[in-house]
C-alpha cells in the first residue's frame, strides 16, 4: 500500500467549508462507518451525507448525534424540502444513499420495531428486481450509455465481479472461444469465472462495437480509478438501487441455491473463508428446492 492509499479520503466541500470546523468530523466518522460496512467508496457518500448533515444542523437546529439526524423520516424531510430545484435523478441518486447510511448507522431510525443490525449482509436482489435493472440498462438514452449499463449488470450478476474489478476488466479478458463466456480478473483476486449462461447474448450483443483493448465497462477511459461506477450510477435517471455490492450478492446467492459446492465457489468468487457464505445462507429458502433465477426475457430478441 502506497503512502497515498494508507491515508483517509479527504472531503473539503466549499458550501459547507466555513463549518467544517464544526461539522466536519461527525460528517467524516459518519461516511467512513457505513464504507467499511458497505463496501461502498467514501466519495460516493460525501456529497449527500454533507448537504443532509449542513441542513439538519443550520436549517432544522439538530444536534449532531446519529440517532437525531440518521433517521428515514428526517431523510424524507431532507428531501421534499431542501431539494426541490434538483432534478428527479440527483434527489433519487441521494435519497438512496441517505436511506443505506441510516440502515447502517442507526437501524432504528428506519423502522423503532425491526432494527436492522449492522451485521446484516447486502440483500440480494430478488429476480423482480434483476428484471427492473435490465429493463433500466437497455432503456438508457444513448447506444453507449445502453452498452455501459449491459456491462455493468452482466459482470456484477452475471460474474459476481466487485466495483473495482468490474473496473479492471477489458475485453481481451473475457474467453469467448467456448460456447460459455469465462471473464478472467486480473485484479487482486486473480480468477477464472463463468458467466451465468442468462448474460451470454447479453454480453455477446454488445461486445461487436468494442475491440480487444476496450474497457468492457466504459470504453474511452484512461485508467481504472475508484468513482467510475458511481460516476456512471449519478447520471443515470432511476430510483432503482442499483449497487454492484447487491449484484454480487445476488450472484453469490444464484450459486448457493443452485448447489454449487462451496469450495469451488469460494474460488471464483475470490473469497478467502466461507464465512461470507454462511452468512448468504440466510437469504436461501432451507426448503426451497435449487432453481436458477429467471432471465428468460434477457435472451428474447
Known sequence: MTAAEARPYDYRPINAL?????????ISAAVADTASATNRDERSLYPATVAFVLWCW????????????????????FIHLAMKKYATSSRATHRSTLWLMVETLNPAGVTEHRPIPRSVPTKPYSS?????LYSWATSQGTEHRRRD??????????????????????VKDLDTTTDDIHVIVQESRPRVVPLSPQWDRPLRRILEDLTPTDWLFRPGRISATS????????RARTDLDVRPSRMRATWLMEHLREGTPPQELLRIS????????????????????????????????
Not at 466555513?18 to 461527525?26: E, N
Not at 468513482?227 to 449519478?234: I, N
Open 128 to 132: 423482480s428486481e434483476v428484471a427492473m
Open 58 to 77: 443550520q436549517s432544522r437546529g439538530t444536534p449532531l448525534e446519529r440517532k437525531r439526524i440518521f433517521r428515514r423520516s428526517t431523510v424524507e424531510e
Open 18 to 26: 466555513p463549518y467544517w470546523d464544526t461539522i466536519g468530523d461527525f
Open 227 to 234: 468513482g467510475q461506477v458511481t460516476d456512471f450510477l449519478l
Open 270 to 301: 475470490g473469497l478467502k473463508n466461507l464465512a461470507a457464505l454462511d452468512k448468504m445462507a440466510v437469504f436461501v429458502p432451507r426448503t426451497a428446492v435449487p432453481a436458477k433465477i429467471s432471465h428468460k426475457s434477457f435472451n428474447s430478441g
Open 149 to 170: 449499463a449491459v456491462a455493468l449488470l452482466a459482470l456484477g450478476l452475471g460474474a459476481g465481479l466487485a466495483a473495482r474489478e468490474i473496473l479492471g476488466v477489458r
